[in-house]
C-alpha cells in the first residue's frame, strides 16, 4: 500500500467526488434507503455492478491499454446521459488534480483529447499509472469509491450516524477487495482479447434514479 | 448418449432434427431477408433446426413477417441455442416468437445459452418483437444479443425478462446487449439476477423486488428522440427511462415492473410514441439538463 493509492482514493483530494450521492439521494428520497441495513445492500448492489465496470476500466488504463477506446467503452457501459455527463464532470476535476499531483504526458494528451472531460474511472486508471501505481490499485481506489459515495452521502442524507457508516464500509471491505481483483483480471483478459472483455454489469435501477434525479428542482447532491 | 459427450465436449453439439445429446438440446434458426425486387422482401434462407422453428406468418408488404416456434421444451440447462438474422440492404422484416420462452432446470447443473445475433445493412429495417423470456425457478441461462446495425437502418427490439414463473423464486438470468452502429459499440449491458447472481442484486440499487425487465432498444428511429427521459413517476408501479446513447441515433428504454403483466402496456405505449409516423411534442414528464 503506497502514500499515492491514499492520496488518489482520499475523499479530500480535491477531484469533486464529495458533490455526488452515486444515487443515494434518489434512493433515500424513494425509500429504498432507510437505514444502515438498505445501505449496505444499495452499497453492495452498486459494487457488483457499476463499481465493477468502473474498476474494470480503471485497472485496464493503468495497465496501459488505449485511453480514448476506453473512453468509448465507458459510454456504451453508461446508457444513463445523465451519468454519463457525472463521469465526465469528475474525471475533468480529477484530471486538474492528477495533473498538479503527478504531471506527466499521459494525462496532459487524454485531457487535450477529451477537453471537456474523459470518464472518471479511465482518468483514475492514467492517474494512477502516472503516480506509479498498479492496475490493482487503481481498481481497488475505484471499487472503494464505488461504495464510499453512497455510504458517506447517507450520513449527510438520513441523519445516518457516521459510525454505522463506517461500519458498513468496513464491513464491505472484502468484497471491494474480491471486486477490484475480478476488474484486474477483467482488465488484464481485455488487454489481449480486447475491450468487448471489460465487464458490462448494469444496475436498471440507478440508471432510472439519475435520470429522475437530474429533473427534481433542488437536490442536496449533483447526482 | 454418452457416446455423444466426445462432441459435446468440443462444442460441435448442433443436430439436425433435435436429436438430444449428452449436453442438451441445440436449437438453431437463421433468417435471411433481402429485398425481391419488386418492392417487397423475400426470404431467401429461412431454417429451423432442434429446438427451433420458423414459420413466415403474415406478409405484410413491403415487409416479411417470421414467427419463431420453440418445438420442444427449451432451453433446459445444458442447452445452446442460436438465432441469427441478416436483413440486406431495404428489405423489412419483423421476427416475433409463437410463445415464452420458458427456461426450465435440465438434469444437467449447466446453464444453458442463447444467443442472437442481428446484422442489419443500410436502410434495412428489423422490428425483432419476441415473448417475454421467463426463469424459472432452479433454471440458468446466459443470454447474448448482438446487434449489429449499418448507417440508415432502423432496429426496434424488445427484450422482456421475466424472473420466475408465478408466484415461485426465479432462476439465474443473466443477459447481455450489445449494440454496434457502423462497427462502433455504443451499447454494452448486462444485467444479471436470481439465484447466484452477484449480491445486492435484488437490493435498492438493484431490481428491488421488481420481477420484470423490459427493454427497447431504438436505433434510426426519429421519434425515439421527441420521448421525455423520464416515463414513470415514483408512484407508479413500472419505473422506466428513456435514454439516448452516445455516438449514435439510437435510445434505450429501460423499464422495471413488479410483474410481465404490468410491464408490456408501457413498453408498448413507449414504442407506439417512438415510432408515431408524425410525432408531435408531447409534453414531457419532467426534463433534464
Given at each position: 500500500?503506497?502514500a499515492?493509492?491514499?492520496?488518489?482514493?482520499?475523499?479530500?483530494?480535491?477531484?469533486?467526488?464529495?458533490?455526488?450521492?452515486g444515487?443515494?439521494?434518489?434512493?433515500?428520497?424513494?425509500?429504498?434507503?432507510?437505514?444502515?441495513?438498505?445501505?449496505?445492500?444499495?452499497c453492495?448492489g452498486?459494487?457488483?455492478t457499476?463499481?465493477?465496470?468502473?474498476?474494470?476500466?480503471?485497472?485496464?488504463?493503468?495497465?496501459g491499454?488505449?485511453?480514448?477506446?476506453?473512453?468509448?467503452?465507458?459510454?456504451?457501459?453508461t446508457?444513463?446521459?445523465?451519468l454519463?455527463?457525472?463521469?465526465?464532470?469528475?474525471g475533468?476535476?480529477?484530471?486538474?488534480?492528477?495533473?498538479?499531483?503527478w504531471?506527466s504526458?499521459?494525462?496532459?494528451?487524454l485531457?487535450?483529447?477529451?477537453?471537456r472531460?474523459?470518464?472518471q474511472p479511465?482518468v483514475?486508471g492514467?492517474a494512477?499509472r502516472?503516480?506509479?501505481l498498479?492496475?490493482?490499485?487503481?481498481?481497488?481506489?475505484?471499487a472503494y469509491e464505488?461504495?464510499s459515495s453512497p455510504?458517506?452521502?447517507?450520513?449527510?442524507?438520513?441523519?445516518?450516524?457516521p459510525?454505522?457508516?463506517?461500519?458498513?464500509?468496513a464491513?464491505?471491505?472484502?468484497?471491494?477487495d474480491?471486486?477490484?481483483?475480478?476488474?484486474?483480471?477483467?482488465?488484464r483478459?481485455?488487454?489481449?482479447?480486447?475491450?468487448d472483455?471489460?465487464?458490462?454489469a448494469s444496475?436498471?435501477?440507478?440508471?432510472?434514479?439519475a435520470?429522475?434525479?437530474?429533473?427534481?428542482?433542488?437536490?442536496?447532491?449533483?447526482? | 448418449?454418452?457416446?455423444e459427450?466426445?462432441?459435446?465436449?468440443?462444442?460441435?453439439?448442433?443436430t439436425?432434427?433435435g436429436?438430444?445429446?449428452?449436453?442438451?438440446?441445440?436449437?438453431?434458426?437463421r433468417?435471411?431477408?433481402?429485398?425481391?425486387?419488386?418492392?417487397g422482401t423475400a426470404l431467401p434462407?429461412?431454417t429451423?433446426?432442434?429446438?427451433l422453428?420458423?414459420?413466415?406468418t403474415?406478409?405484410a408488404p413491403?415487409?416479411a413477417?417470421?414467427?419463431?416456434?420453440?418445438?420442444?421444451?427449451?432451453p433446459?440447462?445444458?442447452?445452446?441455442?442460436?438465432?441469427d438474422?441478416?436483413?440486406?440492404a431495404g428489405?423489412r422484416?419483423?421476427v416475433?416468437s409463437?410463445?415464452?420462452?420458458?427456461?426450465l432446470?435440465?438434469?444437467?447443473?449447466r446453464?444453458?445459452?442463447?444467443?442472437?445475433?442481428?446484422t442489419?445493412?443500410?436502410?434495412?429495417v428489423?422490428?425483432?418483437?419476441?415473448e417475454?423470456?421467463?426463469?424459472?425457478?432452479?433454471?440458468?441461462?446466459?443470454?447474448?444479443?448482438?446487434?449489429?446495425?449499418a448507417?440508415?437502418?432502423?432496429?426496434?427490439?424488445?427484450?422482456?425478462?421475466?424472473?420466475?414463473?408465478?408466484?415461485?423464486?426465479p432462476?439465474?438470468?443473466v443477459?447481455?446487449l450489445?449494440?454496434t452502429?457502423?462497427?462502433?459499440?455504443?451499447l454494452?449491458?448486462e444485467?444479471a439476477?436470481g439465484?447466484?447472481?452477484?449480491?445486492?442484486w435484488?437490493?435498492?440499487a438493484?431490481?428491488?423486488?421488481?420481477?420484470?425487465a423490459?427493454?427497447l432498444l431504438?436505433?434510426?428511429?426519429e421519434?425515439a428522440?421527441?420521448l421525455?427521459?423520464v416515463?414513470t413517476?415514483r408512484?407508479?408501479?413500472?419505473?422506466?427511462a428513456a435514454?439516448p446513447?452516445?455516438?449514435?441515433?439510437?435510445t434505450?428504454v429501460?423499464?422495471?415492473a413488479p410483474?410481465?403483466?404490468?410491464?408490456?402496456?408501457?413498453?408498448?405505449r413507449?414504442?407506439?410514441?417512438?415510432?408515431?409516423p408524425?410525432?408531435h411534442?408531447?409534453?414531457?414528464?419532467?426534463?433534464?439538463?
Open positions: 500500500m503506497s499515492a493509492l491514499l492520496l488518489l482514493a482520499d475523499g479530500r483530494f480535491p477531484a469533486g467526488g464529495h458533490a455526488h450521492s444515487g443515494a439521494e434518489t434512493a433515500v428520497a424513494e425509500g429504498r434507503i432507510t437505514d444502515a441495513a438498505t445501505l449496505a445492500e444499495f453492495r452498486r459494487l457488483h457499476t463499481g465493477l465496470v468502473a474498476a474494470a476500466l480503471a485497472a485496464a488504463a493503468t495497465a491499454a488505449d485511453p480514448l477506446a476506453l473512453d468509448g467503452a465507458a459510454d456504451a457501459r446508457p444513463s446521459p445523465v454519463r455527463a457525472v463521469s465526465r464532470r469528475l475533468r476535476q480529477l484530471l486538474r488534480a492528477a495533473r498538479a499531483a504531471p504526458p499521459a494525462l496532459d494528451r485531457g487535450a483529447a477529451r477537453p472531460g474523459a470518464h479511465v483514475l492514467v494512477a502516472a503516480a506509479g498498479t492496475p490493482l490499485d487503481a481498481a481497488r481506489a475505484t464505488a461504495v455510504a458517506t452521502a447517507t450520513v449527510r442524507l438520513l441523519a445516518l450516524d459510525f454505522e457508516s463506517a461500519a458498513v464500509l464491513r464491505l471491505g472484502p468484497e471491494v474480491a471486486v477490484a481483483e475480478a476488474a484486474e483480471a477483467a482488465a483478459r481485455a488487454l489481449s482479447e480486447g475491450l472483455a471489460l465487464p458490462a444496475a436498471p435501477l440507478l440508471d432510472i434514479g435520470e429522475r434525479h437530474a429533473a427534481w428542482p433542488t437536490r442536496l447532491f449533483t447526482s | 448418449m454418452s457416446g459427450r466426445g462432441a459435446a465436449a468440443t462444442g460441435d453439439e448442433r439436425a432434427g436429436v438430444r445429446t449428452a449436453s442438451g438440446v441445440t436449437g438453431a434458426a433468417i435471411r431477408a433481402v429485398p425481391d425486387g419488386r418492392g434462407l429461412l429451423g433446426e432442434g429446438a422453428a420458423v414459420r413466415r403474415r406478409t413491403p415487409g413477417a417470421v414467427t419463431l416456434v420453440g418445438a420442444m421444451s427449451a433446459l440447462g445444458g442447452d445452446r441455442l442460436r438465432v438474422v441478416e436483413v440486406g428489405a422484416l419483423t416475433g409463437a410463445a415464452a420462452t420458458v427456461a432446470p435440465g438434469r444437467e447443473r446453464p444453458a445459452a442463447y444467443d442472437v445475433r442481428l442489419l445493412a443500410e436502410d434495412a428489423l422490428h425483432w418483437l419476441p417475454p423470456v421467463i426463469a424459472a425457478a432452479g433454471s440458468d441461462l446466459r443470454m447474448t444479443m448482438r446487434a449489429e446495425v448507417p440508415g437502418a432502423l432496429l426496434v427490439l424488445r427484450e422482456e425478462l421475466v424472473l420466475g414463473r408465478h408466484g415461485e423464486p432462476g439465474r438470468l443477459s447481455r450489445t449494440l452502429v457502423d462497427g462502433r459499440t455504443v454494452d449491458q444485467l439476477a439465484r447466484g447472481a452477484a449480491p445486492g435484488d437490493g435498492p438493484g431490481l428491488a423486488g421488481h420481477r420484470a423490459g427493454q431504438l436505433v434510426g428511429a421519434g428522440t421527441l421525455p427521459r416515463l413517476t408512484a407508479d408501479a413500472v419505473q422506466a435514454t446513447l452516445a455516438g449514435a441515433p439510437a434505450l429501460t423499464a422495471l410483474d410481465a403483466r404490468e410491464l408490456r402496456p408501457l413498453l408498448i413507449t414504442l407506439h410514441a417512438a415510432l408515431a408524425s410525432p411534442p408531447r409534453p414531457a414528464l419532467a426534463t433534464a439538463p
